[in-house]
């Protein structure tokens, strides 16, 4: 497995909106994630409105990017030409220890870790200005 850094012609990128611009674009290796300052809640995928009270005024937080491996599989095959390059995945479902859970690849090709496994997340360039969360083992 390879790293993401390199864009073959032809990759699909995500869409970047005002919606999901401030957790996309951070080469920083840190997640941002929506924070709900009315019930305290973190929001995770980027929606307009909190799925818990409804309050449609979330703000952009700096999470802490850690958490544990609860569920994990490898892909072999992919759902698009332009990413042959990266199969066999490892990729992992994350419960960060903000509440969320992220699915996400292993950084770097990294193997699958075990359940239970404490990891923390790596900003990869996914394209032009376009950073996705992947998480590596922490030990």
Same mark, same amino acid.
């Given at each position: 497995? %390879?790293? %993401?850094?390199?864009?073959?012609?032809?990759?699909?990128?995500?869409?970047?909106?005002?919606?999901?611009?401030?957790? &996309?674009?951070?080469?920083?290796?840190? &997640?941002? &994630? %929506?924070? /709900?300052?009315? /019930?305290?809640?973190?929001?995770?995928?980027?929606?307009?409105? /909190?799925?818990? /009270?409804?309050?449609?005024?979330?703000?952009?937080?700096?999470?802490?990017?850690?958490?544990?491996?609860?569920?994990?599989?490898?892909?072999?095959?992919?759902?698009?030409?332009?990413?042959?390059? &990266?199969?066999?995945?490892?990729?992992?479902?994350?419960?960060?220890?903000?509440?969320?859970?992220?699915?996400?690849?292993?950084?770097?090709?990294?193997?699958?870790?075990?359940?239970?496994?404490?990891?923390?997340?790596?900003?990869?360039?996914?394209?032009?200005?376009?950073?996705?969360?992947?998480?590596?083992?922490?030990?």
């Amino acid at each position: 497995m %390879q790293s %993401q850094a390199a864009t073959p012609p032809g990759r699909p990128l995500p869409v970047i909106s005002d919606l999901n611009r401030p957790m &996309l674009e951070g080469a920083d290796d840190k &997640l941002r &994630l %929506q924070f /709900c300052p009315q /019930c305290g809640r973190w929001v995770f995928y980027p929606r307009i409105a /909190c799925p818990s /009270c409804l309050n449609m005024d979330l703000k952009w937080r700096e999470a802490s990017g850690k958490g544990h491996v609860i569920a994990q599989t490898v892909v072999h095959r992919v759902q698009h030409p332009a990413l042959a390059h &990266l199969a066999p995945a490892a990729m992992v479902a994350v419960e960060l220890h903000e509440g969320p859970v992220v699915i996400a690849s292993m950084a770097g090709g990294e193997n699958v870790p075990g359940i239970g496994s404490e990891v923390a997340v790596v900003m990869e360039e996914f394209g032009p200005g376009v950073h996705m969360p992947s998480f590596q083992v922490v030990s």
